[in-house]
């Protein structure tokens, strides 16, 4: 069983991480439970054996939660001193449709045909599925839109999740009229949302311009 231990090593600005350090362990560099005063950033960080170090630092004019790992270091929280957050690694996506196919019944997803994906943090958008997979558990607001072009047609809205759907909104369409749907939705781990447009009454009619966005909350 290691012994409980204090290690200090001098403070300076240096690449080091091993500036100062208080922990659990038998050896410097595979020191268990370790706090480090970390580089030269006024950083406080923690590792559990030889694994990523986690911490929290300030920096010139801004400060946040960094993890350094052996790609090396990301920050998932930054902040400036007007208090303003950033969390730029959030899933978030937003992905457009084309399709202009007259149809007069069934449902296809909303960026059928479509490409135009212009954002896609964390590429938890998968085009060839058409669903968003969930990478961490939270709650997510999405929205879809949709524009329609016929006579006497009627469709509906649809977002589901894991197949279950848990928004549904009519949507009248006659000449080129458009229609939103949004929900926000508890999610889990590996669980995806899908985005659909579902033909009601039999007559014909196309829907086009869609667009389908998710973001965490």
């Given amino acids: 069983m290691p012994l409980s231990k204090i290690n200090t090593n001098s403070i300076a600005n240096t690449a080091s991480p091993t500036i100062t350090r208080i922990g659990v362990g038998v050896d410097a560099n595979t020191t268990y439970g370790i ?3 970390y580089f030269g950033n006024s950083e406080i960080a923690t590792q559990y054996g030889t694994g990523t170090l986690t911490g929290i630092g300030a ?10 790992t052996a790609g090396g270091k990301i920050y998932p929280m930054q902040w ?15 992905i457009s449709g084309n399709s202009r196919t007259v149809r007069s019944s069934g449902e296809y997803s909303v960026v059928e045909g479509g490409s135009g994906i212009s954002t896609n943090v964390g ?39 894991n197949g279950i759907e848990h928004n549904y909104q009519l949507n009248y369409n006659g000449y080129y009229q458009s229609g939103t749907c949004s929900t926000i939705l508890e999610c889990a781990v590996s669980d995806y949302v899908e985005a659909f447009v579902v033909w009601n009454n039999g007559v014909s009619g196309s829907i086009y311009n869609g667009s389908f966005t998710g973001f965490l909350l």
């Fill in 35 to 37: 706090i480090n005063r």
């Fill in 59 to 68: 920096y010139s004019a801004t400060g946040g939660v960094f993890m350094d």
């Fill in 80 to 94: 400036n001193t007007s208090g303003q957050i950033n969390r730029p690694y959030q899933p978030a996506f937003h």
């Fill in 123 to 161: 590429s938890c958008w998968n085009n060839t599925t058409k669903r968003f997979v969930v990478p961490i558990a939270g709650i997510y607001h999405f929205v879809m839109t949709v524009t329609g072009n016929g006579s006497g047609f009627n469709a509906g809205m649809s977002i589901r999740k």
